[in-house]
């Protein structure tokens, strides 16, 4: 499945997408997964994906939507060419935090396997590096 547009994939060892046309990562590229209660989001190295419920700025909107505490643009999370995970609050209403501490706006701030990501107060999921 493409982590992009989930599309399915005729041939998964492909270097790009049929359907999207972009790259796709290839074995052994590390990949960014948040669990949340609404679903799951894939981030792959080299994308910024923004996460809150205003379906313009955020491509996964749908996730945040019925949640009215989440902001529009809450925060941004990707995945550095080193494999390193990143969030960074984007100005949120009621904050981001990783494992219960709160961000300081505009601050980049590490992710690691197991860490607990949080927005406002209602949604919280489970980061997964691999």
Request: glycine share 10%.
């Amino acid at each position: 499945m493409c982590p992009y547009c989930e599309a399915v994939l005729a041939n998964p060892g492909a270097a790009q997408c049929d359907s999207c046309l972009r790259p796709l990562p290839q074995k052994g590229t590390p990949v960014l997964r948040v669990q949340f209660p609404t679903g799951e989001l894939k981030v792959s190295v080299g994308q910024h994906l923004v996460l809150g419920r205003d379906a313009g700025q955020s491509p996964v909107a749908a996730t945040f939507t019925q949640y009215d505490n989440v902001s529009r643009r809450h925060s941004t999370v990707w995945l550095d060419p080193s494999g390193t995970a990143w969030v960074r609050d984007e100005g949120s209403t009621n904050g981001t935090f990783v494992n219960g501490e709160r961000l300081p706006r505009g601050v980049d701030a590490p992710l690691r396997d197991g860490d607990q990501l949080r927005l406002a107060a209602d949604v919280t999921g489970t980061v997964q590096l691999n």
